[in-house]
C-alpha cells in the first residue's frame, strides 16, 4: 500500500533531480519535495522501531503486521500537510549551513 502512494513522486524526483541539475525547476517542483520529505519518513527502515517507541509512551503495545502499514498511512496524511509550513526553516538551515 505505500509503496502505490510513493512510486508517483519517486518516478517524478528522476525528472525533478535533471530540472534541478540544469537549474530549470517549474511549478509544481516544490509540491514534488514536500511529497517526497513526507514519504521518505514512513518509508524509512527506522519507521516501526519509531511508531513502537510511540506506542510505549503512550502505554500501548507496538504494532503488528498489516497495522504497522496502516500507521504509515496515517502518519502520510498527517505529515504531508504541515511539509509547506517547515520550507523556510529547511531554507534558513541550508543558509546557515553554508555560512549565508
Request: no cysteine.
Amino acid at each position: 500500500m505505500v509503496d502505490k502512494l510513493w512510486d508517483p513522486v519517486e518516478n517524478g524526483l528522476r525528472d525533478l533531480a535533471a530540472r534541478l541539475a540544469a537549474g530549470r525547476l517549474q511549478s509544481g517542483d516544490d509540491t514534488l519535495l514536500f511529497d517526497y520529505a513526507a514519504t521518505a519518513g514512513v518509508r524509512h527502515p527506522s519507521f516501526e522501531d519509531v511508531a513502537a517507541d510511540h506506542q510505549a509512551r503512550h502505554g500501548q503495545p507496538a504494532l503488528q503486521g498489516d497495522n504497522v502499514q496502516y500507521a504509515r498511512v496515517l502518519a502520510l496524511g498527517n505529515q504531508r500537510p504541515v511539509m509547506p509550513t517547515w520550507r523556510w526553516r529547511v531554507a534558513e538551515a541550508a543558509r546557515l549551513r553554508l555560512g549565508g
